[in-house]
Each structure stands twice: as structure tokens, then as C-alpha cells.
């Protein structure tokens, strides 16, 4: 008789549902019998990923879009059926724009723009443009900034790098890694030498996979709902052990599916415990336990290392070495008659010498089509990150006022928001600082005292969300390696807690 492997992987984000997708199709691939359940602590699927979905309003609080082209994403999205979902950025979007000495100025899109772009000296400007003459190799570790100022001088490192540093990780410029942070500036250098011939390389590349910023019509959560049903459906009928808590994800998507309930929501996990018999126990507070061969913990380093804390303190103390920043969001729906100046383009971020408390404002409605009625200007600005816990801390009047104080700013409020949400996520970004990649590799090593267990999720091998799919595909061969080793799906069964 066949003996099913039994994942569970705890926390149904994107990086959960993802890693439960992946197992599931390399399970079938390999003809291994899996006993999958993902067990989501709140009452819904996405994690992060959520999309607000009112009165002709419609935006997320956390990533908008993908930015990939063929690959992982684009064949997840076709296994999924959501070809026809997809939402392509709108062109006008193309204009992004930085908040430097009070003002807004267009980002450079080449050497056009390179030239007038005021935040900058002419020197530093200049000195860009010598950057394939006096760019090299280096192979060693560096900060972004190091890097950047060896490629472009101090000064865009500081200006261009440090706004994006600030705008992708809500983070400082001279403590995040480039290795880490931003690996394709490393491969570019590597492969180029050049950042300038790397840039012309890389539009060409770019184009030839097809790569865009792109959302779903329903925004991000509908890729959450889609896994949940589509996880919840491939499951067989009576394969289901009860749960304390099941109750299919719903949403937009759909419901339940037709078979199982693989997505448990409002199932918490508590902690991790080994099994003498092999295998593992996730304890839940209401003290209905699950058993395990294989789990992954993909709830982010501060939530994973309280679950392995008694099980093997060693990896606890290394989850604990990845900082994270919080982020809060204020969203405003705007007459379109309220700015002084146009919400133009993209949106704009904060250069780090300006004196406010907001990292960036995107314009959702620039963005996307039908992101708002006729005549709405929707946008959304991003405050706090690392080192600035003070400003999620504020309340929402405050953190409203904070938000509304720089886009008058930068566009002139002739009038308030018709309306305002504000959101706060805990944990939201977590900083690539020098030495991430020692730290995620010495939390690989630790998990060896859990055999079949691995982490997931945005702490370890990419923040963004085509990263986070991308690596589902990593993990699920990995737990499919640990399945095989321990004679899953064989008769009879190989002896349960035989380490991979
Ligand atoms: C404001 C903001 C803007 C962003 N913008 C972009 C962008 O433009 N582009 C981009 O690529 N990325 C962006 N990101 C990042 C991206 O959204 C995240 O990296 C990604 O969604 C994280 O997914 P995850 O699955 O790793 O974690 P999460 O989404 O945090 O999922 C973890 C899940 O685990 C659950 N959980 C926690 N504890 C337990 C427990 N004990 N038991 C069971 N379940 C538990 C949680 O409820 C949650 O559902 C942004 C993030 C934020 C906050």
C-alpha cells in the first residue's frame, strides 16, 4: 500500500501557495503520493498581498505587478488559466519621477534626460557618462552604494540608488548588499563590465522575454485566490483528515473547489516539535495537532524562528539575524481637479535628503486601467521602512497627515481626498544588509538538524514577488529530493524519520 509524504506548509502568502503549487506538480510528476495541507493563521490567503475592491476603487496594499516576462510566473499563470486575466501597465506609466528639494523632476531614461536632470550637478552628471571607461570587476562583496559609486561617482549613488534603495526595501543605501539586494547589478558587471553597455544589453534581453509590469484585472489577491481553488480542487475528495479549522479560501476567484480542503484558514501554527518516531508535530493553540514528514515554514524569520525556537534553537538564533523594516500605507482617492500639478506617470520617490517621513507615492490609476471611476486620481503612499518604526507607530490621522503633507508638495492640494484607507504591515520588508548571504546560508546549514523542513518566503532569496514564485520551484524539488530519500510512495513504506 502506498504511504502518502505528508507536506504541511505553514503560512498560505504567496511564498506558501507557491511551494504547495510546485510540490503538488512535482509530486505528480514523480509519481509520489503527497498528503498536502497548507494551515494560514488569518482568514485569508495572500499574506501581503491584498486588494482592497470598492465602490469602483481597486488597489493593493502591498506589491501592484509583477515585472517579468516568459518563465516561472508567465507558466504559472498559464497552468493556472489567467492568461486572459492579466492586466498590462498602462505606457504613460513609463515616466517615473523623484522628490528632491521639494520638487518633482522626471527620472533619467537616458542620456537625454540624463543631462537636464536638475537634482544632480552637472559633474555628477558627467560623470556618469564616463562610466564604461572607468568601470571594473570586482568580485568581493559590497554595499549598494560602494558599488554604485564605483560605476557612476558618489554623488548618482547617493541621488539615483539611494532613492531606489529607499523605494524597493524602504532601506539605506550603505548597509544593503549588492550581492544580495540587487543580484543582477552584480551579473551585469560580471557579464559586461560596463553598466552603460550592460543597460543597452539588457533592453534587448528584456524585450526578447517579453518583460512588463503587469497585474491580474481582479489586482494581485486573484493569483492567491486562483492557488487556493486550484489547491483546494486537486485534491481528492475524502483526502481531507478534519482540521480545527478548515474553510476553504474564498474570494473573487472562486470558492472551494471541488475537492478537499488543502488551504485551511484561521489555522494557526504555534511551534514545531521533532517526533521520536521520525517526522514532526505542528502544535496549534487549539491543540489539534498536525503531523509532518516535510514542512515548510514559509511566515517570514521573526514567525519561523518562535515556531523552531525549542526544536533547534541554533536556527532560531539565525532567523533572527535577518532584519526587517515595517511599512505603512495611506491610499487616497482624489478629485482629478484637486492638484495643482498633474499626477503624471508611474509615481515618484523621496530622495534620502529630503526631510519627510514618506519613502514613495505611486499613482494607482495612472498605472492601471479601471483602477478608479472617471475622473479619480487614486494614490498610494508608502511610509517607515528600516529604522523608522516611529513613523508606522503614528496613528492613521497622523500617518494621513504625513502622507497628504508631501503630495501637496510635490503636486499642490487645491483640495482633500474623497477618500482614505491606511494599512500597516509588520515585517513587511526585510534588508538584504552585507553579509545576507552568509546569514541565509548559515540558517540552509542549521536546517539540517530538521531534515525535510525548509524556509520560504521574502527574508531569504528575493523580496520581489516573480522572485518569490520563482523560487517555489527551487523548494519543491528539494522537498520531492527528502520524499524520495525517505522511500515516499513506495510499499511498503521505508521506516518514517529516515533523514534525507
Ligand atoms: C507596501 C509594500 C509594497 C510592496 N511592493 C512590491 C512591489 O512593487 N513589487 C514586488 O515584487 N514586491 C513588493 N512587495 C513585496 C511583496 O509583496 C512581498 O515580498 C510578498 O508578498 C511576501 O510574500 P510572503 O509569502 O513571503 O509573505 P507574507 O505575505 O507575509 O505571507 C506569510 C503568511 O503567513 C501567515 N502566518 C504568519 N504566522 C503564521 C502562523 N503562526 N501560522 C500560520 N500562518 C502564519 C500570514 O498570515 C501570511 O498569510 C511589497 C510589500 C509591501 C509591504
Given at each position: ?26 509530486a505528480?510528476?514523480?509519481g ?17 498581498l ?5 465602490d ?16 516561472p ?12 486575466e ?37 559633474k ?42 529607499r ?11 549588492v ?14 563590465r ?26 494581485m ?65 487549539h ?40 511599512l ?14 498633474p ?11 529630503e ?23 487614486l ?12 513613523v ?5 490621522a ?7 503633507g ?55 532569496r ?8 520563482e ?30
Amino acid at each position: 500500500m502506498s504511504v502518502p509524504h505528508r507536506v504541511r506548509v505553514v503560512g498560505a502568502g504567496l511564498a506558501g501557495l507557491t511551494a504547495a503549487h510546485a510540490v503538488r506538480r512535482h509530486a505528480d510528476a514523480a509519481g509520489v503520493d503527497v498528503d498536502l495541507r497548507v494551515l494560514e493563521a488569518s482568514d485569508q490567503v495572500g499574506g501581503q498581498l491584498r486588494t482592497v475592491d470598492e465602490d469602483g476603487v481597486r488597489f493593493d496594499w502591498a506589491a501592484n505587478a509583477f515585472r517579468t516576462g516568459a518563465g516561472p510566473t508567465a507558466d504559472l499563470v498559464a497552468r493556472l488559466g489567467l492568461e486572459g486575466e492579466r492586466l498590462e501597465a498602462k505606457k504613460a506609466a513609463s515616466k517615473r519621477f523623484i522628490l528632491h528639494g521639494g520638487q518633482l523632476h522626471e527620472l533619467p531614461s537616458g542620456p537625454g534626460t540624463l543631462l537636464s536632470f536638475r537634482p544632480m550637478s552637472l559633474k555628477g552628471r558627467l560623470r556618469i557618462a564616463l562610466e564604461p571607461f572607468v568601470a571594473r570587476r570586482v568580485p568581493d562583496e559590497e554595499s549598494v552604494f560602494a558599488y554604485a559609486a564605483r560605476h557612476i561617482g558618489a554623488e548618482a549613488a547617493e541621488v539615483l540608488l539611494g532613492t531606489m534603495v529607499r523605494g524597493v526595501y524602504g532601506g539605506d543605501v550603505r548597509r544593503l548588499s549588492v550581492d544580495a539586494a540587487f543580484p543582477v547589478m552584480k551579473t551585469m558587471e560580471r557579464d559586461h563590465r560596463s553598466l552603460v553597455v550592460a543597460a543597452i544589453a539588457g533592453a534587448k534581453e528584456r524585450k526578447r522575454v517579453g518583460k512588463t509590469t503587469w497585474t491580474f484585472r481582479g489586482g494581485m489577491q486573484q493569483l492567491l485566490y486562483a492557488l487556493a481553488d486550484d489547491l483546494n480542487a486537486g485534491a481528492p475528495r475524502d483526502g481531507a483528515a478534519d482540521g480545527p479549522a478548515d474553510g476553504a479560501a474564498d474570494g473573487p476567484g472562486g470558492g472551494a473547489g471541488g475537492g478537499g480542503d488543502v488551504v485551511r484558514l484561521n489555522a494557526p501554527v504555534s511551534a514545531l516539535a521533532r517526533r521520536a518516531e521520525g517526522g514532526y508535530t505542528l502544535a496549534t493553540p487549539h491543540g489539534e495537532d498536525e503531523t509532518a514528514d516535510a514542512v515548510v515554514l514559509a511566515v517570514g524569520p521573526q514567525v519561523a524562528r518562535t515556531l523552531v525556537a525549542d526544536a533547534a534553537p541554533d536556527l532560531a538564533g539565525a532567523l533572527d539575524a535577518i532584519p526587517t523594516g515595517h511599512l505603512a500605507i495611506a491610499t487616497f482617492a482624489f478629485d482629478d481637479a484637486a492638484f495643482e500639478r498633474p499626477a503624471e506617470g508611474y509615481g515618484f520617490l523621496v530622495a534620502p535628503s529630503e526631510p519627510v517621513d514618506v519613502l514613495g507615492a505611486l499613482f494607482e490609476s495612472n498605472i492601471f486601467d479601471d483602477r478608479a471611476p472617471a475622473g479619480t486620481t487614486l494614490v498610494r503612499v508608502i511610509m517607515g521602512g528600516a529604522g523608522r518604526d516611529d513613523v508606522v507607530a503614528k496613528d492613521d490621522a497622523a500617518l494621513r497627515e504625513t502622507a497628504l503633507g508631501v503630495l501637496d508638495q510635490a503636486l499642490g492640494l487645491r483640495e482633500a481626498p474623497k477618500r482614505a484607507w491606511t494599512w500597516r504591515q509588520p515585517y513587511a520588508i526585510p534588508q538584504y544588509e552585507l553579509g545576507h548571504h552568509d546569514r541565509v546560508a548559515a540558517i540552509e546549514g542549521h536546517l539540517a538538524a530538521l531534515p525535510g523542513v525548509q524556509v520560504a518566503g521574502n527574508a531569504y532569496r528575493g523580496v520581489a514577488v516573480g522572485a518569490i514564485v520563482e523560487d517555489a520551484e527551487r523548494l519543491a524539488e528539494r522537498i520531492l529530493a527528502h520524499a524520495h530519500a525517505q522511500g515516499a510512495g513506495a510499499a511498503p513504506a521505508a521506516p518514517a524519520g529516515v533523514a534525507a
